[in-house]
C-alpha cells in the first residue's frame, strides 16, 4: 500500500490554509467574520468595483466578479464550511456534485440591492432624488489637473440592521392596516350620506410593518446621517461650471434606487496662506473662458524709461518673461496679449496620441504708479529738464484744445 511522504502531505495542508484566506482577504475580514460582516463588505466592494462605475477598467471588472464569488461562497453557511476546511479545492468538487452551479455577478448584484444588477434607473423601480454640490477647486488645480477628494454628509442605509430597523432582523406585518400603509376612513357628510379617505397609517407610518426591538443604531429608521469621502478628478483644463456625476451616490434608502450625485465644479478665491506656499503668480491670475489675466504694476521710470524686466512664475512653475528695452514707453492701462500662456483648452482626449493640448492667452494690464511726493531737489531737475523739452518739441495742450484762455466770464442775469 502506497503511503504519501510527510512533507507532501505537510505541502497539501499549506495549500489549503493558503486557500482558506483567499476569499477572507479579499473581502478585507478575517475567518471570525459574522455574516453581517460579510454582507457588510460585499456591499461596499460590489459598488466599488461595479463595471457601470469603471467603464474601460477591466481590473475593476474582473474584481467585481471575484467579490461577487467571494461573497456566495461565505453567505451560505454550508459552502463557507466546506470553504474553510477543504478551500477552493472542496468548492470546486461540490460544484461538481450539483450542489452549486456557476454564478452571475450582476444576478447576484441584483438581488442583494434589488433592479437589473446595473446602476442607474430600472423599468419599474421607484428612484430617489439627485442631489446637487458645489466644490470649489483652485485655480491651479483647473490647469494642472489634480487628484483630490472631498466629504459629504448624507442619507446611508444603517449597515448595523442593513436597512431593516430592526435589532433582531424581526419585522412584522402592521395589524392596524394589514401591511398596505393606508387605511381608509368615512367622514359623514350628512345623514345617510359618507366620503371615503385614504390616509397613511398611523400606526406604522405608511411603511406598513412595525418593528418590536428597534435598531439601537437607527432608531428603527432604517438609515443614518453619515459622512462619506468620494474621489474627485479635476481634468486639466476643466471649465468652471464643469458638472461631474457620480451614479447612485444621491440619499440612499431601503425604499428606493438612489439618485444620482452631481458635482459642480466652482473656482475657490486664491488664499495666500492656504493656496501659495511656493509663492506662485499665477496663483492670483483671473479667468475668463480659456484665457488668463494679470495685473503688472510698474514705477513712472519704467512706464517712461522702459530698461526692465519681470519674471512671473506661472501656475505650474514655469517662468513668463515680461520686458521693455530701454526707450520703450508703457501706456497706463495698456493690455499686452501673451500668446500660449493661457489656460489648458479642455479637450476629453487631454494629452494623449489622439490629441495635443492647446492653450489660451495670457493678458497683461499694466497699471503705472505714480511717486506721490519728491525731494525738492528731484522736483527742481525733473521740472528744469521737461520745461526744457517742452519748449523744444512738447505740445500745449490747452492750446491744441480750443478751449478758451482765462477765465470766462458769465453774463449776469437782471432778477425779476
Keep these: 500500500m502506497w503511503l504519501p511522504s510527510v512533507s507532501f502531505v505537510l505541502l497539501c495542508m499549506l495549500q489549503l490554509a493558503t486557500c482558506t484566506e483567499d476569499f477572507y482577504k479579499l473581502l478585507g475580514i478575517d475567518k471570525q467574520a459574522s455574516e453581517r460582516d460579510i454582507k457588510r463588505a460585499y456591499r461596499t466592494l460590489s459598488k466599488k468595483y461595479h463595471p457601470d462605475k469603471n467603464p474601460s477598467n477591466e481590473t475593476a471588472k474582473q474584481k467585481f466578479v471575484e467579490v461577487a464569488e467571494a461573497y456566495e461562497a461565505l453567505s451560505d453557511p454550508e459552502s463557507r464550511k466546506i470553504y474553510d476546511q477543504y ?19 450582476f444576478d447576484l448584484f441584483s438581488r442583494f440591492f434589488g433592479g ?11 428612484r430617489g432624488p439627485d442631489m446637487e454640490v458645489r466644490v470649489g477647486v483652485p485655480l491651479r488645480d ?18 448595523e440592521c442593513e436597512g431593516s430597523g430592526s435589532a433582531d432582523g424581526q419585522v412584522d406585518q402592521c395589524h392596524s392596516c ?39 443604531v437607527c432608531e ?8 462619506s469621502t468620494f474621489q474627485l478628478n479635476i481634468e486639466r483644463g476643466a471649465p468652471k461650471g464643469m458638472r461631474i456625476k457620480y451614479e447612485n451616490d444621491a440619499d440612499e434608502s431601503p425604499d428606493y434606487v438612489a439618485g444620482d450625485l452631481l458635482v459642480t465644479l466652482s ?7 492656504e493656496d501659495n506656499e511656493g509663492r506662485v503668480d499665477g496663483t492670483f491670475f483671473r479667468r475668463k473662458g480659456d484665457d488668463l489675466f494679470w495685473k503688472e504694476v510698474i514705477s513712472l521710470r519704467e512706464a517712461w524709461m522702459g530698461g526692465w524686466t ?29 500668446q500660449g500662456e493661457g489656460m489648458p483648452k479642455w479637450h476629453e482626449d487631454g ?27 528731484m522736483e527742481k531737475d525733473f521740472w528744469a529738464l521737461w520745461e526744457k523739452w517742452r519748449k523744444k518739441s512738447g505740445v500745449d495742450l490747452q492750446k491744441d484744445s480750443g478751449r478758451p484762455e482765462g477765465p470766462v466770464k458769465m453774463p449776469v442775469k437782471d432778477e425779476l
Design 267 to 273: 473656482e475657490k478665491e486664491a488664499s495666500l496662506e
Design 87 to 105: 478551500g477552493h479545492e472542496g468548492l470546486k468538487q461540490r460544484s461538481q456534485g450539483g450542489g452549486q452551479h456557476g454564478h452571475d455577478p
Design 178 to 216: 394589514g401591511g398596505h400603509g393606508i387605511k381608509i376612513q368615512k367622514h359623514m357628510l350628512a345623514p345617510g350620506i359618507f366620503q371615503q379617505v385614504q390616509v397613511t397609517c398611523d400606526v406604522c407610518g405608511g411603511q406598513g410593518k412595525t418593528i418590536k426591538h428597534k435598531c439601537p
Design 351 to 377: 494629452d494623449s496620441v489622439y490629441h495635443t493640448t492647446e492653450f489660451g492667452d495670457l493678458l497683461v494690464e499694466y497699471t503705472v504708479i505714480l511717486p506721490d511726493q519728491m525731494d525738492s531737489g
Design 142 to 159: 483647473f490647469y494642472n489637473g489634480h487628484q483630490t477628494e472631498f466629504q459629504l454628509e448624507k442619507q446611508q442605509i444603517c449597515e
Design 116 to 126: 437589473g444588477g446595473h446602476f442607474g434607473h430600472q423599468p419599474g423601480q421607484r
Design 310 to 338: 519681470r519674471n512671473l512664475t506661472h501656475l505650474d512653475g514655469h517662468i513668463v518673461a515680461l520686458s521693455r528695452p530701454r526707450g520703450a514707453v508703457i501706456q497706463p492701462g495698456l493690455v499686452e496679449r501673451v
Design 220 to 227: 428603527g429608521s432604517r438609515v443614518v446621517r453619515k459622512v
